[in-house]
T-cell receptor, first 116, second 109 residues
């Protein structure tokens, strides 16, 4: 247990569906992250929130919409996804997101997403 | 561009030693991380290096040479549970982590 939980663990959806991924951290951290992990590819950073404000958006398509209502919760809203969006979506948290070198990230178990 | 290179897959024998290399080219450097990820599980932190040299932590050690843009993770007395992917990541000038694709380590009896 890393102190970061994600639900659901597995999700299958059609291209016209709308779904949401949820992440919760119990570590008292100030920063939260969404990553996409595809087979044999580097982790792709999608979004970074620090103190509930988005500080990083790495040119992610608008069909992915993040929401951070407080420092413990992070959502990723999905709509009209494409089959190539099928991947493992990881949430992580850290003490802070900026100007902190040794800023270990704690990861959740991920949501395995399949888009049909 | 920014780039992290590490071997895709390695195989080693239980009880042996294995070294996993990582080379990087990034805009700035604020430290290098190693994470372990078992299949179907979350990545977990193993080590952090920001100064040149070797950091030892039990059976695992991590080495850094900033002038060469190079690091390695050394695993001793390998156990079957060490079968996992090992991810190398560098914090760039903006403290953003740049990730390698990971090295899948297979341990054979």
């Amino acid at each position: 247990e890393t102190g970061v939980t994600q639900t659901p663990r597995h999700l299958v959806m059609g291209m016209t569906n709308k779904k949401s991924l949820k992440c919760e951290q119990h570590l008292g951290h100030n920063a939260m992250y969404w990553y996409k992990q595809s087979a044999k590819k580097p982790l792709e950073l999608m979004f970074v929130y620090s103190l509930e404000e988005r500080v990083e958006n790495n040119s992610v398509p608008s069909r992915f919409s993040p929401e951070c209502p407080n420092s413990s919760h992070l959502f990723l809203h999905l709509h009209t996804l494409q089959p190539e969006d099928s991947a493992l979506y990881l949430c992580a948290s850290s003490q802070d997101s900026t100007e902190v070198a040794h800023n270990e990230q704690f990861f959740g178990p991920g949501t395995r997403l399949t888009v049909l | 561009g920014q780039n992290i290179d590490q071997p895709t897959e390695m195989t080693a024998t239980e009880g042996a030693i294995v070294q996993i290399n990582c080379t990087y080219q990034t805009s700035g450097f604020n430290g290098l991380f190693w994470y372990q990820q078992h299949a179907g599980e979350a990545p977990t932190f193993l080590s952090y290096n920001v100064l040149d040299g070797l950091e030892e932590k039990g059976r695992f050690s991590s080495f850094l040479s900033r002038s060469k843009g190079y690091s390695y993770l050394l695993l001793k007395e390998l156990q079957m549970k060490d079968s996992a992917s090992y991810l190398c990541a560098v914090a760039d000038s903006n403290y953003q982590l740049i990730w390698g694709a990971g090295t899948k380590l297979i341990i054979k009896p």
